[in-house]
């Protein structure tokens, strides 16, 4: 018995060697603490942050662990935080993501934060941060988002910044800083997007600037900068914004005046051969007016743009060889590096590891360009998701004023659904998606997604885009907002409600929904047949015309299993679930075709619930006892005695006995002549 006693001491400490430390009880839990007590003193909205909870059991709001046990990601935007932020963040070693932006945050950026080095995305905009932006951040070499804008920082802009090799994004607009744009912002060969309007920058806007590869925006508006503006910087069109520099010049660029020889300051920009050394107040270092000299202008610009873009094209060249190059080297290294790994390789590993294997999507930049995640596992272009449903993560906060509950329209356990307004002014509704409810491999996630865009009809509501977030672990889903509101809000009313729907609207619902069905269940180009698996009464919106859109068509392809079937508990509490099903554990067509027959008899009877003596009271013909009330009696019975039958038909105990939605849609054709 000692024996035994033995072994299983050891098999326990083994296990404790080797598994990794919950953070319940370590030093990550009073990190998280001396947070809570930083960024809400009065502990008014970080209640569920206790001593005696486990943060990576889900009961910490906002915090998600990786799969060792660790904190990887904080979000806590948009929650009326108005403490500060502790540099006791510095000591959640494997963050990738910290999300405290739209809050009330002051005081000043800790130093401490640069520790971080696994972290790739800092959110504190839109606060009330004072203070100067630590230069330690340069040292945070997994840094790719960098958003710090809507605050009141002042100083000038840390040089270091310029060590951020991997930074895509830099936002510091609506702040007040000064000094110069640093020049070594021109060694980012990775940067998109450089937002620093709205603050007190004066000097040159640097060279280098132009050189990004892949910048897409510099906005610089509302500064005091002054000097040539680089030529290069043309190629961005749009996406350079200048306004309201009044020292600024240029040569081709519309909303900038011409320069002249006293703008001396961009040497080497000036398109002609203007000595900068000499005096500028002889009228020979003027810039002549004379037509022969305003063709040699137009020439040397020529010559100019053209040198800039042969550069551009040797720069993007050089990047693309190298990344290749570090790719090869990097495949390389994890191979060689498999044998005899140190233990401090190991602890890298703990925090390297993503909580989610998807690709992700740049805060402000789109798909991110680095990642090639959409071409794994022989998903080519024929398959990749068209860029016209790519919203950005800013975009979709912006849109829901950053998730807030005001706007909050429902939500599960694994989904929550806002309202939100797009730039364009046109509503609606936001599907934030955990994406540990998703599809787990890469390839059926985006397959899922492709068969979302794919789905266009007039009965469904329409995908506007989504937006996938690697970093805070989340998809959004956006679609047009459905203003009406679900169909099932207009059943179960009460005798004499002004909301109940007229005899007409119902029988044009019942046709929408059939051809909505018929849609998804025909095959249209390469789409294959869709089974929608869950149509029920609350799966139906209703557009301002009062017209049905089935919602969540396609969806099955992109949620896992697990979670599809955790959905059906609606339509099964409603009698929309086939009998099959439950034998079978399938869904084909005839599935649908039963839940579209009960939905036929809810809005013929008014009530959501149907009993058994409900769905045969058609076979009398006791129409005035089986027909809604609240109708008064102004409907046609022959038409109420056709759409019963129809109804009857679908929900046959035997599918092979139902009929097809498209001979449904056929029989339903001449219903609703009459209102």
Sequence with gaps: MGGVSRYLLIVVVLVGLILPLPVRGNSELDA??????????????????????????????????????????????????????SPAVAELRCLSGLYLHYNSLTGEIPKEISNLTELTELYLNVNNLSGSIPSEIGNMASLQVLQLCCNQLSGSIPSQLGSLKKLSVLALQNNRLTGKIPWDLGNLVTLTRIVLSFNQLTDR????????????VLDVQNNSLSGIVPSGLKRLDRGFRCSNNPGLCGFGFPSLRVCTSLDSTGVGDLPFGVDTNKSVSGPQTMIPQSHSDHSQVQRAALIAGTLTAA?????????????????KQKIGSMVDASEGRHSIDQSKDICSRSASP????????????????????????????????????????????????????????????????????????????????????????????????????ENLVRLRGFCCSKGKGECYLVYDFAPKGGLSKYLDLEDGSSRALNWST?????????????????????????VHQNISA?????????????????????????????????????????????????????????????????ILTGKLKLTTSLRLAPEPCHFRDFIDPNLGGNFSEAEAEKLARIALDCTAELPERRPSILRVIDELGSCGSKG
């Design 538 to 602: 609350e799966k139906i919106l209703l557009d301002q015309q009062l017209s049905p859109l089935i919602m969540d068509s396609g969806l099955p392809r992109l949620l896992a299993d697990d979670v599809i079937f955790s959905t059906l508990k609606i339509s099964a509490a409603m009698g929309c679930l086939a009998p099959e099903y439950i034998t079978t554990g399938r869904f084909t067509d005839k599935s649908d075709v039963y839940a579209f027959g009960v939905i036929v008899f809810q």
């Design 311 to 327: 550069i551009t094209f040797m720069l993007t060249s050089s990047l693309t060889f190298y990344r290749h190059r570090r790719r």
């Design 205 to 216: 806007i640097p060279p280098g600037l132009a050189n990004i590869p892949q910048l897409q």
């Design 358 to 457: 998807h690709v992700r999507l740049e805060y402000a930049s789109r798909w991110d360009p680095l990642d090639d995640g959409l071409y794994r596992n022989g998903l080519g272009m024929s398959q990749q998701v068209p860029l016209g449903y790519r919203f950005t993560l800013e975009e979709v906060e912006s849109a829901t004023h950053y998730f807030s509950e005001a706007n909050l329209l429902g939500k599960s356990n694994f989904l929550a659904v806002y309202k939100g307004v797009l730039r364009d002014g046109s509503l609606v509704a936001i599907r934030n998606i955990n994406l540990t409810s998703c599809k787990t491999e890469e390839a059926d996630f985006l397959n899922g997604l492709n068969m979302l865009t794919s789905l266009r009809h």
């Design 32 to 85: 998280l603490m001396e947070i809570k007590s930083s960024l809400d003193p009065e502990n008014r909205l970080l209640t569920s942050w206790t001593r005696e909870g486990d943060p990576c059991s889900g009961a910490f709001e906002g915090v998600a662990c990786n799969e060792h046990q660790k904190v990887a990601n904080i979000s806590l935007q948009g929650k009326g935080l108005s403490g500060s932020v």
């Design 506 to 530: 119902r029988v044009s619902i019942i046709k929408g929904i059939a051809k909505g069905i018929g849609y998804l269940h025909s095959s249209e180009g390469k789409r294959p047949p869709v």
